[in-house]
């Protein structure tokens, strides 16, 4: 071949490759800015889920942008340098080939019966719709720890000698489960200011085998269900979270269970009350185990109320008495021990077997000048009821309800709930209640949500007309949106997972590559558009626009079923996945994969339906196919 001849095609391949990069360089880069808006609610959560999610929209982000730098950059540049020479037409590519002949006969019939195709998609998003309304909400998908923690609370006057048995008791009834490798519990607090746990409250951690030695059939929540069982012993409510979720949700919100309601006033008797009433209304409501209201009384002290007349009749002083009382009931330091930079009183009192009850305690001698005369001479003895624990937040008394959700999802039993609270309870001036948990999360991302998603939808809907300069474009882009969404609804329905953050976040997902793939179909369309208006002028029958329609959707199905099939490779297997995490990948998934599903078939069929729809109109109200300014002007400069 002449040298002449080999630079002439030299130039006319670059130019082919620099004429198509230009085609697609504009709307690739509002596609991928389309993604990254639609990414704007995850970077603008707050609390947990905001911590949750802000990598994942950061690496998404940062992964787009640069893939975008890449297509408009250095895939040019490699189409330039490696495609020489004798290229196959994408007309004998046997798999193309294939899907071709199965997608262009059911585009016809599509295209033939626009009516009843949309009917029919329309008829499928109702059918999700109303799916969507029965899905359940959480907060967040549980994540599974490997551990349980088990956090049984008894009754206020448990004493130590009884708490001691109870713990003891439990851990050797946990510990005959198969499926236990450790347990161990402790009852009351450490030696910590942060950790204000009464006596009567355990922690019990539960170390778990691997799932491979667990008996067959079982799962978590039936091995719960089997413990909480084996362990109801008479005036203990018993607890099930795990260690993590439990910390960050008593730092977050005070409440050590799924929900807790909250009561604030200024008596402890009137929050008592308040109390007994809101947990006799959620005893009525499907979901709600493990219901403790906390009490706020019941707590036994020892009394000791001195008479000064006595006081006087044997000559002693109240200090007196009061050195007696701490040296043999409560104890009195008398010195210090040393070990390295670590100090530890000495405390001295009674044996235990000298002041174990009552009696014993009025019996403790008091030396005076004429003998010494037992303790109840001079005062009297008595055990007495108060609380035994107060709580308060924001300056006010606090009473706490609390209550998990297992069987039913959140959302809808803390709604019913409240309405059971609103019409049972009664409250008096001055208190008022508050519900927390987990709850109080889902609500404060559901207001953020809320406000943010109407913003980004018209950011979107301005950056597609940006994009093609035509009104009926964009908005047959955004039409086709929601029948896109239709398979990621049923997916998260039929997998039967429940509508929490992480469900939202995947449909965020979803929305940007529907919308993708939606501008990416235009391109095509309108390209058809620009052929037939060279070829065949501007007014056309509607027999030529459909065929120039079908001739555009389907000469460019190849890149369309690849953005699909990448896109099913990439998130299958997560649903199939086990590990530490899953739960809440999963989530984020399941939209995914039945919207990828949905949208490539509402992109192929239903949106070029929709484009001829716009396209007849403009017929036959203009008599000539209108494209965008931009558009025109490069057709005439080709002409």
Not at 420 to 435: A, T
Not at 475 to 491: K, S, Y
């Amino acid at each position: 071949m002449k040298p002449n001849l080999i630079e002439e095609n030299n130039r006319k391949r670059i130019a082919i490759i620099e004429r198509s990069a230009l085609q697609v360089g504009r709307p690739i880069f509002h596609s991928i800015l389309i993604i990254v808006v639609s990414f704007l609610p995850v970077f603008l959560l707050t609390g947990r889920e905001g911590r949750l999610f802000h990598p994942l929209a950061w690496t998404k982000t940062l992964v787009i942008v640069s893939s975008m730098v890449l297509a408009i950059t250095w895939v040019p540049a490699l189409m330039a340098y490696f495609m020489k020479g004798k290229l196959r037409p994408e007309s004998r590519n046997p798999v193309s080939g294939f899907f071709v002949r199965l997608y262009e006969p059911v585009l016809r019939w599509c295209l033939r019966w626009k009516k009843t195709t949309l009917a029919v998609n329309i008829l499928a998003l109702g059918v999700a719709l109303f799916l969507f309304s029965r899905l359940g909400q959480e907060f967040m998908p549980p994540l599974n720890e490997g551990t349980l923690l088990f956090m049984p609370v008894a009754l206020p006057d448990a004493s130590n000698a009884e708490m001691k048995r109870i713990l003891q008791i439990q851990d050797k009834i946990i510990a005959s489960v198969p499926e236990v490798k450790n347990v161990l519990g402790k009852a009351g607090r450490i030696a910590s200011a942060t950790d204000p746990a009464p006596l009567n409250m355990i922690e019990t951690i539960i170390e778990l085998k691997p799932r491979s030695q667990w008996r067959r059939g079982v799962t978590r929540d039936s091995l719960i269900r089997e413990l909480n069982h084996k362990l109801q012993i008479p005036g203990v409510t018993n607890g099930w979270t795990q260690p993590i979720i439990n910390r960050i949700n008593m730092l977050n919100t005070g409440i050590r269970t799924d929900v807790g309601v909250k009561v604030f006033g200024e008596q402890l008797d009137t929050l008592e009350q308040i109390e007994q009433q809101i947990a006799q209304a959620l005893r009525s409501v499907a979901g709600v185990v493990d219901l403790y209201p906390e009490p706020l009384s019941g707590g036994r002290f020892l009394d000791i109320a001195v008479r000064r007349e006595a006081l006087g009749r044997y000559g002693i002083s109240t200090e007196t008495v009061n050195h007696v009382i701490e040296y043999a009931i409560g104890g009195a330091s008398v010195s210090q021990m040393v070990e390295g930079r670590e100090r530890f009183s000495i405390n001295v009192r009674l044996a235990q077997d000298w002041r174990q009850t009552l009696d014993e305690i009025r019996e403790i001698p008091i030396q005076t000048a004429h003998g010494p005369v037992p303790l109840s001479a001079v005062a009297d003895i008595r055990f007495t009821e108060g609380p035994s624990m107060i709580n308060s937040e924001n300056a006010l008394l606090r009473g706490t309800v609390l209550f998990d959700v297992r069987g039913r999802d959140m959302g809808g039993t803390v709604e019913e709930a409240i309405q059971k609270v609103k019409q049972s309870v009664h409250l008096p001036p001055g208190y008022f209640i508050e519900w927390s948990g987990e709850w109080e999360n889902q609500v404060h991302a559901r207001k953020t949500l809320k406000i943010i998603l109407p913003i980004v939808l018209l950011i979107i809907f301005f950056i597609l007309y940006l994009t093609f300069d035509n009104w009926a474009d964009t908005w047959n882009v955004l039409l086709t949106v929601p029948f896109g969404l239709t398979g990621g609804i049923l997916m998260v329905y039929f997998w039967g997972a429940q509508l929490s953050v992480a469900v939202v976040v995947g449909f965020i997902a979803l929305f940007g590559l529907v919308v993708e793939t939606g501008v990416v179909m235009i391109i095509y369309l309108d390209e058809a558009m620009r052929r037939m208006i060279q070829e065949k002028g501007r007014r056309v029958d509607r027999a030529t626009l459909q065929h120039y329609v079908i001739e555009g959707a389907v000469k460019r199905l190849r890149p369309k079923l690849m953005t699909v099939l990448i896109a099913l490779l990439g998130l299958v297997p997560v649903l199939w996945s086990r590990g530490t995490g899953i739960e809440l990948m999963r989530p984020i998934a399941l939209p995914m994969i039945g919207g990828v599903i949905t949208s490539a078939v509402c992109v192929l069929l239903v949106m070029p339906v929709a484009y001829q729809l716009f396209k007849e109109r403009e017929l036959s109200r203009y008599g000539e196919i209108k494209l965008p300014i931009t558009d025109s002007l490069t057709l005439n400069e080709n002409i």
